[in-house]
């Protein structure tokens, strides 16, 4: 087998980046087979891009405020033409007033975050959709099992580190109902996941659409609700007043955080909505800074899924 090409590029954002901050959000659990960590050998990840399958690795150089950016695959081209916008090039502040203590040491804190725009609309949505309404155990243990299935192992030396990419829209709409059981992903959220992989042209045009726009062509696919799309808009689209609402854990932990109550979606919305606009900006960066609501009592209990061949 002959090599896979490879490609390079350096990028100098013109401010303070942090590549591990931005590229987080992208990591669908400790197991995720298609991002690996930085360990010294930079952030590594397995895209299903436009032109095929790319890996792709990122090597923060903070001594030079620079990006070293590597890529094989037939994707390659596209991954690193879409480098700069992955990693927040286009996230504008403009219009941004922290308006809480906790707020504003967050964005100091975290003065290098940025919100990303993978411009991978499908990439973002079927694992939001697999992780609806249930624990993340069950979540990226499902999409996990699913990858290993149906994707593909990452080209170039993506291979060699055990990384893979997550199946085509072609690929998510294949697989047979019984395997989505068997990766405990019910009829409710299977069919949801190939309803939208079966209009995955129209839906990747959400990335020329307006935010409002591409929220609403989202929810056009029945399953799709609030929060999936949400999902979507903060990975894909870039789009800083996306809050997760709808979420198990978001609104307790952002009303936590500045309130010192647990409440609900409605109070966090009244919260939030000063910051119109921005409000994804502040659940992430809360969320960064460790909001996280004091636990008590335990953990939900992953639910079994059994199959049944047709």
Same mark, same amino acid.
């Given at each position: =087998?002959?090599?896979?090409?490879?490609?390079?590029?350096?990028?100098?954002?013109?401010?303070?980046?942090?590549?591990?901050?931005?590229?987080?959000?992208?990591?669908?659990?400790?197991?995720?087979?298609?991002?690996? &960590? @930085?360990?010294? %050998?930079?952030w590594?990840?397995?895209?299903?891009? &436009?032109?095929?399958?790319?890996?792709?690795?990122?090597?923060?150089?903070?001594?030079l405020?620079?990006?070293?950016?590597?890529?094989?695959? %037939?994707?390659?081209?596209?991954a690193?033409? *879409?480098?700069?916008?992955? #990693?927040?090039?286009? %996230?504008d502040e403009?219009?941004?007033?922290?308006?809480?203590?906790?707020?504003? /040491?967050?964005?100091q804190? $975290?003065?290098?975050?940025?919100?990303?725009?993978?411009?991978?609309? =499908? *990439?973002?949505?079927?694992?939001?959709?697999?992780?609806?309404?249930?624990?993340?155990?069950?979540?990226?243990?499902?999409?996990?099992? #699913?990858?290993h299935? $149906?994707?593909?192992?990452?080209?170039?030396?993506?291979?060699? /580190?055990?990384?893979?990419?997550?199946?085509?829209?072609?690929?998510?709409?294949?697989?047979?109902?019984?395997?989505?059981?068997?990766?405990?992903? @019910?009829?409710?959220?299977?069919?949801?996941?190939?309803?939208?992989?079966r209009?995955?042209?129209?839906?990747?045009?959400?990335?020329?659409?307006?935010?409002?726009?591409?929220?609403?062509?989202?929810?056009?696919?029945?399953?799709?609700?609030?929060?999936?799309a949400?999902?979507?808009?903060?990975r894909?689209?870039? %789009?800083?007043?996306?809050?997760?609402?709808?979420?198990?854990?978001?609104?307790?932990?952002?009303?936590?955080?500045?309130?010192?109550?647990?409440?609900?979606?409605?109070? =966090?919305?009244?919260?939030?909505?000063? $910051?119109?606009?921005?409000? $994804?900006?502040?659940?992430?960066?809360?969320?960064?800074?460790?909001? =996280?609501?004091p636990?008590?009592?335990?953990?939900?209990?992953?639910?079994?899924?059994?199959?049944?061949?047709?």
């Amino acid at each position: =087998m002959s090599p896979v090409p490879e490609l390079s590029r350096v990028w100098s954002p013109g401010r303070p980046t942090s590549v591990g901050l931005v590229v987080s959000i992208f990591r669908r659990g400790g197991g995720d087979p298609t991002f690996q &960590p @930085d360990r010294g %050998d930079g952030w590594w990840l397995g895209l299903p891009t &436009p032109s095929g399958p790319a890996t792709l690795r990122l090597v923060q150089r903070a001594d030079l405020g620079e990006v070293q950016a590597t890529a094989w695959g %037939d994707g390659a081209a596209w991954a690193l033409d *879409h480098v700069p916008a992955l #990693l927040g090039d286009g %996230d504008d502040e403009g219009g941004f007033v922290a308006h809480h203590p906790q707020v504003a /040491r967050a964005h100091q804190r $975290y003065a290098a975050w940025h919100i990303p725009r993978s411009g991978l609309v =499908m *990439h973002a949505l079927v694992p939001a959709v697999i992780e609806q309404k249930v624990t993340g155990q069950e979540a990226f243990g499902g999409y996990r099992a #699913l990858v290993h299935r $149906y994707g593909s192992r990452a080209p170039g030396p993506g291979e060699a /580190r055990r990384l893979w990419v997550a199946p085509s829209p072609a690929g998510w709409a294949s697989i047979p109902s019984w395997e989505w059981l068997r990766a405990s992903v @019910d009829g409710a959220r299977s069919g949801t996941a190939v309803r939208a992989a079966r209009v995955a042209g129209r839906l990747e045009e959400c990335v020329a659409l307006s935010h409002a726009e591409a929220a609403a062509r989202l929810r056009a696919v029945p399953g799709v609700g609030v929060w999936t799309a949400a999902e979507v808009a903060q990975r894909a689209l870039g %789009d800083p007043d996306s809050p997760s609402f709808g979420d198990y854990h978001v609104a307790k932990n952002v009303t936590w955080a500045l309130t010192g109550e647990v409440l609900d979606d409605i109070a =966090m919305a009244e919260l939030l909505e000063p $910051y119109r606009g921005h409000r $994804y900006r502040v659940q992430r960066l809360l969320e960064l800074d460790g909001a =996280m609501r004091p636990r008590r009592g335990p953990r939900m209990a992953p639910r079994t899924h059994l199959p049944t061949r047709r």
